[in-house]
């Protein structure tokens, strides 16, 4: 990679949640260093063990993403969602009441969350090759999920749920080998 930096998966502590329900890795945040309090952006993957509540984030737009797993439904605001197919993104209020039901069994799910008064986030997720360069102020993110992802003529490789940061100036063409989600933050 020409620009932009590599975030390892195995480098990524794991947070269990107050519920006890699962655990949470966060793969980027912005700005740096804030917390779940000031984030205006915040990318992570969760092990759900059990369903249950999910956490009130007034002011927040929540895209959730299956991985791994039978899936889930989710009742947001009283209406009932299937989230079961891989890598099909989910896009919900974080003011919303929501409640999780696993449909058989634990899974593994990509989310992310923006503050609506400061950013958006545009997520997909791609099973081919790409070329991407941030626009200014905004930030992308390539995240593997299955398989490899190269970026760039470097060949730097991410491998299962490792994520490469790229921001305005940078550039790269990525190469997918099964399948990437590719989150674009901009201010709002």
Known sequence: MTAGRLLRADDRPASRWLNGGGVTREIAAGPSGAGLGDFAWRVSLADVEQGGPFSSFPGVDRTIVVVDGPGMELTVDGVAHTVADPHEPFVFSGDAVTDCRLLDGPIVDFNVMTRRAVATADVRVVRE????????????????????????????????????????????????????????????
Do not use: C, Q, W
């Open 129 to 188: 090759g790409f070329t991407v360069a941030p626009r200014k102020g905004a930030v992308t993110l390539v995240i593997a999920l299955t398989g490899t992802v190269t970026v760039d003529e470097s060949g730097a490789t991410l491998d299962r749920f490792d994520a490469a940061v790229l921001s305005e100036g940078d550039a790269a063409t990525v190469h997918v080998d099964g399948a990437a989600a590719v989150v674009t933050v901009t201010p709002a």
